[in-house]
C-alpha cells in the first residue's frame, strides 16, 4: 500500500534520507515606496467598500419552443411560447444615507425586479428613481434599515494621464473585487460606435482589470475618491485586456439630479442644427481644416439666435474645449455646468469670435415635450370628436413654433403613430420612446393628417 504523506511529514524525513536541512530563505525586503503604495490601496478598498453595492437584475422574456424556420404562429402546437428569466450581475455606488444608489442603466434596463446587496451582505429590493441611455446611468432607491455609508465623489476634471485608477466592482460574480492600474487616457469618445444609444461619450480610459460585472461600479483614485463609473471594455473575448472606460464622475454629477427629478436628463437646448465637415465640404467653402461643426441654420428667438450665432458659422469649441464634430459638440454641451454660461468658439469667415449664452438663454426641454411636439391621449371618443381617422397613435396637443418639428409643418390635430419603427400606443410609450430617442438626433415618425399618411425625418436639435 502506497501512503501519501503531508509535506511537514516529508520534510521531517530530509535527515534519514540523506538531505541536509536547507533553512528558508529569509523574507524579502520591500522599498518603504511600495510598503507605501501597498498601504495606500488596502486603505482605499477599507473605504471605499462599505459604498459599494451589488446588483442582480431579473427580467422575464418569451421564447419561442417551436423547431420550425418560418415564423407563421406564435407556436404551431397552440402555445405562446415559454417565460425564460434572464438574470444579469452589476455594481453600483451609495449616493446617499438614505438609500439612493448610482448604477449603469445598461444594467438595469428592462428589468422586472432588481436587488440591492450591501457590503454587509443585507439584500433589498430596488425601484428605479430615473436613467436614461443617453448616459447610460441610472439612479436607484432601497429603503435601508439604517444609515448607509455613501461615497465620496471626486473631480474627474483633476484627473491626470498615468494617475492610479483602482477598479472596485463584481466582475463575473466575485464580489467587491479590487484591481489597480493606470489612466491610460482621457476624453475617448464614439468608444460604443456611432450607431451606439450612448450619446454623450467623454470617457476615462483605464488598464485596472474590468469585466462583465463591473458595469456601475466605481473607478476610485489613491484617495479612495470615486472618479469614473465603470461602463464598457474593448475586447475581442468578452474578457479585460486592458483597456476600460469610465465615465467622468463630473458628468455624473451633471446627471444625477435630472435623473431623480425628471426621470431623465434634460440637455441645455440651444435651438441651432449642424453639419459636420467632410474634405468636399471643406473645400467648397474654402476651409483651412475640417476641425469644428457647421450651422446649417438658428432657429429665431433661440439662445443661440439671441448670442448671435448665424448660419455658416462653423462653432470649434465650448468653454474652452475643442468641438470636432457634431458628437464631441453633444458632449461639450451636455456636460457644461447648469446655471454657468457657455462660451461659443465660432469661426466666421475666416475670423475668430467667442460668443457668450447667458444661463437664461438655455431651454431645457420639458420632460413632456420632444422635438417641440406635445401629445395627447386618443381614443374613440376623442377620435369622433375631433373628426380623426383612427383613435389609434396619440394626438398632437402644441407644437413649439422655432421647433424642428414646427418647421418642417407638423401641427395641432395631426396624429403621432410611430418614432423610429416604434408604434405609440398610450403615453407610457410616448414617454419611454421620447427619452429613447434624443433630441439631437434625426427621427423618422408617421403622422397622420386626415385621411392621409406620411413618414417625415424630424432633423436633430442642439
Known amino acids: 500500500m502506497i501512503r501519501i504523506l503531508p509535506l511537514v511529514s516529508l ?114 429590493p430596488a425601484k428605479v428613481l430615473g436613467g436614461d441611455e443617453g448616459v447610460d446611468l441610472a439612479v436607484l432607491k432601497i429603503n435601508p434599515k439604517q444609515p448607509l455609508r455613501p461615497a465620496r465623489l471626486g473631480d474627474s476634471d483633476k484627473v491626470k494621464v498615468g494617475d492610479w485608477a483602482i477598479a472596485i466592482g463584481n466582475p463575473f460574480g466575485f464580489d467587491h473585487s479590487l484591481t489597480v492600474g ?17 450619446h454623450y461619450q467623454n470617457f476615462l480610459q483605464t488598464d485596472a482589470s474590468i469585466n462583465q460585472g463591473n458595469s456601475g461600479g466605481p473607478l476610485c483614485n489613491i484617495r479612495g475618491e470615486i472618479i469614473g463609473i465603470n461602463t464598457a471594455i ?17 458628468m455624473v454629477k451633471r446627471s444625477i439630479p435630472d435623473l431623480v427629478h425628471a426621470g431623465r436628463v434634460v440637455p441645455p437646448h440651444l435651438g441651432f442644427y449642424t453639419q459636420d465637415i467632410d474634405a468636399r465640404l471643406a473645400a467648397a467653402l474654402k476651409l483651412s481644416s475640417m476641425q469644428g461643426v457647421l450651422i446649417t441654420d438658428v432657429a429665431a428667438g433661440a439662445g443661440a439666435d439671441k448670442a448671435g450665432l448665424k448660419r455658416g458659422d462653423i462653432v470649434t469649441g465650448i468653454n474652452g474645449k475643442n468641438t470636432d464634430n457634431s458628437a464631441e459638440l453633444k458632449t461639450r454641451l451636455y456636460e457644461a ?44 371618443e376623442k377620435a369622433r370628436a375631433m373628426g380623426l381617422a383612427t383613435a389609434q397613435g396619440l394626438v398632437v396637443k402644441k407644437v413649439a413654433k422655432n421647433s424642428s418639428a414646427g418647421q418642417i409643418g407638423i401641427a395641432p390635430g395631426d396624429l403621432l403613430m410611430v418614432i423610429n419603427k416604434q408604434r405609440l400606443n398610450s403615453m407610457a410609450d410616448w414617454k419611454k420612446l421620447s427619452r429613447q430617442v434624443d433630441e439631437s438626433e434625426e427621427a423618422a415618425v408617421l403622422i397622420v393628417r386626415g385621411r392621409a399618411s406620411a413618414f417625415i425625418v424630424l432633423p436633430g436639435e442642439k
Open 337 to 380: 455646468r447648469p446655471g454657468e454660461p457657455l462660451l461659443l468658439s465660432v469661426l466666421r469667415n475666416n475670423a475668430s469670435l467667442t460668443l457668450r449664452i447667458e444661463p437664461s438663454q438655455l431651454q431645457a426641454v420639458p420632460e413632456n415635450v420632444w422635438h417641440g411636439i406635445e401629445v395627447e391621449e386618443n381614443g374613440e
Open 182 to 198: 493606470v489612466i491610460s487616457a482621457k476624453e475617448r469618445g464614439n468608444v460604443l460606435g456611432a450607431s451606439d444609444k450612448v
Open 234 to 250: 474593448s475586447t475581442p473575448n468578452q474578457g479585460s485586456i486592458g483597456i476600460g472606460f469610465a465615465i467622468p464622475i463630473n
Open 11 to 124: 520534510l521531517s524525513l530530509q535527515p534519514l534520507l540523506g538531505y541536509a536541512a536547507v533553512p528558508a530563505a529569509p523574507p524579502a525586503a520591500p522599498s518603504p515606496s511600495l510598503l507605501r503604495a501597498s498601504d495606500d490601496f488596502s486603505r482605499v478598498a477599507e473605504t471605499v467598500n462599505p459604498s459599494v453595492v451589488n446588483i442582480a437584475s431579473t427580467q422575464t422574456v418569451r421564447e419561442r419552443i417551436s423547431q420550425f424556420p418560418f415564423d407563421l404562429y406564435d407556436d404551431p402546437f397552440g402555445g405562446q411560447g415559454r417565460e425564460v428569466r434572464r438574470q444579469s450581475l452589476g455594481s453600483g455606488v451609495i449616493l446617499d444615507a438614505a438609500g439612493q444608489i448610482l448604477t449603469n442603466w445598461h444594467v438595469v434596463n428592462g428589468a422586472d425586479e432588481i436587488s440591492v446587496r450591501l457590503d454587509n451582505g443585507e439584500v433589498y
